[in-house]
């Protein structure tokens, strides 16, 4: 059983996050529902929730302010958001739980799930980390990201980058400075969350950062040479596309 409080300001959103909980997540209890930051964070306190569905833009004290009041926290959040497609890239590169409004019933069950079978709380770099770069949502690629490891969780700069390299159901963050990160995603998650002009999929294997290219070799299919002068071929189906990328720099 998970205990949750739900907080958002307009009514219709609280009714239809309880309708949907009820219909589609009966092992979730709402101990309260809250129209502002100020209530919530009183019903927190009171009821000690498991998870909190947080909205973010909330007049007088928005979703980030009412965490930073609260402090230390001891609860999983899950952010409901309305935000474009390109805030929401940046919940992905935090490693944070969100939904999209309008909340979409399997997006809010596998959420459920992966709360069910890893209760975890958010840390302060996290949402410090989320609020940077939802707050840098009109540049072309968000500052940071949070990679999940065996070990925790590791936060860098995603233009400390250079390529990142699948092993089976890993992948491997090659950054500057010779440090290399095994992350507990697939390539293919770590392709969506950093997709954007700033990196490209060469290969099945390979995912390169554009701006840490050193030279390109047109022979035989063609390779790149990275800053760290690894060499990464280029796979022949995606040779025209990477050509007409790699004509802008």
Same mark, same amino acid.
């Given at each position: ?5 739900l ?12 309708? #949907? $909980? @009820?219909?589609?997540? %009966?092992q979730?209890?709402? &101990? ?6 100020e !209530? ?48 929401i ?9 969100? #939904? $999209? @409004?309008?909340?979409? %019933?399997?997006?809010?069950? &596998? ?6 079978? !890893? ?12 609020l ?7 540049r ?25 390299e699948a ?13 290399k ?8 998650d ?25 030279k390109?070799?047109?022979?035989e ?13 280029i796979s ?14």
């Open positions: 059983m998970i205990t949750c409080v907080i958002d300001d307009e009514s219709n959103s609280l009714e239809m996050m309880e309708w #949907l $909980l @009820k219909t589609y997540c %009966p979730v209890t709402i &101990e309260a529902m809250c129209n502002s930051g !209530k919530g964070i009183e019903a927190i306190n009171k009821f000690k929730p498991d998870v909190v569905f947080l909205d973010i833009e909330m007049p007088h004290m928005n979703g980030f302010d009412m965490l930073e009041q609260i402090g230390r926290l001891s609860f999983d959040v899950v952010f409901c958001t309305a935000y474009d497609q390109f805030a890239k940046a919940f992905r590169y935090s490693a944070l739980n969100y #939904l $999209l @409004k309008p909340v979409d %019933p399997d997006d809010l069950k &596998e959420t459920i799930r992966r709360i069910e079978a !890893k209760r975890s709380v958010p840390t302060r770099e996290q949402i410090e980390v989320l940077q770069n939802v707050k840098s949502a009109n072309t690629t968000v500052p940071r990201i949070a990679l999940t490891t065996n070990d925790g969780m590791i936060f860098v700069s995603t233009d400390e980058i250079i390529y990142c092993e089976s159901n890993y992948t491997n963050i090659v950054l500057q400075g010779g440090k990160i095994m992350v507990s995603k697939v390539l293919k770590i392709d969506e969350a950093l997709a954007g002009p700033d990196f490209f999929r060469v290969h099945n294997s390979y995912l390169i950062n554009l701006n840490h290219i050193k390109f070799v047109r022979g299919g063609g390779y790149v040479v990275m800053d760290n002068d690894a060499t990464i071929s022949r189906s995606r040779r025209q596309e990477f050509m007409e990328l790699f004509s802008r720099f």
